[in-house]
């Protein structure tokens, strides 16, 4: 999965809201949850909420495109991990250090993380208050501290981080597997981020005709490991 193929965006209560950065999947709303298992502590899935994109419809195929192990990934370094050594941004100076402004977005953003404290202020939102949430909050203080942490603790998902596009190896016998059509879509998202085609861009890195790079892209659509195709746009 490439979570640099998704916008994240992260509220109180433990809400994050995820959207393909290419405009044409849906959008989801996850709640995750600090919780105690024997005498460890992790972050748990609490809820899933998706709307559907005006052109396709939920289905098995989307689900499986949403990078919840990669999401997942970089959030608990967020909620368990060092501090990083970073300079805090302006909006959250009211701090001594990064480390009390983390500990505070912490306790702030994720019910449970702070033992004994009370979480009535994070009952059930209503699905259809999702929005509201989000834009209602967009400015907050702790909220800037995230989007300032975020890409350093994702800056190693996906291929859209590197200088370089992922290699694509054709597998033995014209096989198109699931693995190999991640590195296709891996590669497909490189050039299309950097504004170049990418099915020439592909050809050249496999050594493969166009026509055959096409028809892998399609395969991959056909997978829900790429999102379906805009209208007017090639690829």
């Known amino acids: 999965m490439n979570l640099k193929a998704w916008r994240v965006e992260i509220r109180p209560c433990g809400w994050v809201r995820l959207t393909e950065r290419a405009g044409t999947g849906p959008t989801v709303y996850l709640q995750y949850r600090v919780t105690e298992h024997g005498r460890q502590r992790r972050l748990d899935l609490n809820a899933v909420v998706m709307r559907a994109a005006p052109h396709e419809p939920l289905s098995g195929r989307v689900w499986r495109r949403i990078p919840f192990s ?4 970089a959030l608990t370094a967020f909620v368990f991990g060092a501090v990083p050594p970073l300079q805090l941004p302006s909006e959250v100076d009211v701090f001594d250090s990064t480390a009390e402004a983390f500990e505070f977005a912490r306790r702030e953003f994720f019910p449970g993380y702070h033992k004994g404290a009370p979480e009535d202020d994070c009952t059930d939102t209503p699905a259809d208050e999702l929005d509201e949430l989000f834009s209602s909050q967009s400015d907050l ?3 800037k ?4 942490v975020f890409p350093l603790l994702t800056a190693g998902a ?3 981080a590197t200088e370089q596009p992922p290699a694509v190896t054709p597998t033995g016998g014209g096989r198109l597997t699931d693995e190999f059509l991640n590195t296709v879509a891996d590669a497909y ?5 950097r504004g170049q085609s990418p099915a020439p861009g592909i050809s050249e890195l496999s050594g493969a005709p166009v026509r055959t790079v096409h028809r892998w ?3 991959a659509r056909k997978r829900g490991i790429l999102p379906p195709a805009r209208t007017g746009r090639a690829g």
């Open 158 to 160: 996906g291929s859209s």
């Open 189 to 193: 998202r490189w050039f299309t981020d």
């Open 141 to 143: 203080s702790m909220i």
């Open 217 to 219: 892209v399609l395969e």
């Open 145 to 148: 501290l995230f989007d300032a």
């Open 70 to 73: 990669d999401l997942e990934e």
